[in-house]
């Protein structure tokens, strides 16, 4: 079986597995789904602010458009 990665190990943003990454206690999966996010050294806003910049994202496309990630 094959480890899933999580956002912040994919987007190397420095803040992973922390109470300072929002996206952490979703498990880093579901990351342009959380407000708060870091991405391309910005903190990002909310679902309907962020997700035309999400799925742009590499991360993004792996996960839910190729679902390969």
Known sequence: MEKKINCWEFKKCGRDKTADCPA??????????????????KVQGTYAVKIENCR??????????EKTL
């Open 24 to 41: 952490y206690p979703k498990g880093g999966r579901v990351c342009y789904l959380v407000a708060g996010t870091m991405c391309g050294g």
């Open 56 to 65: 742009d994202c590499d991360y993004y496309k792996g996960i839910v458009i």
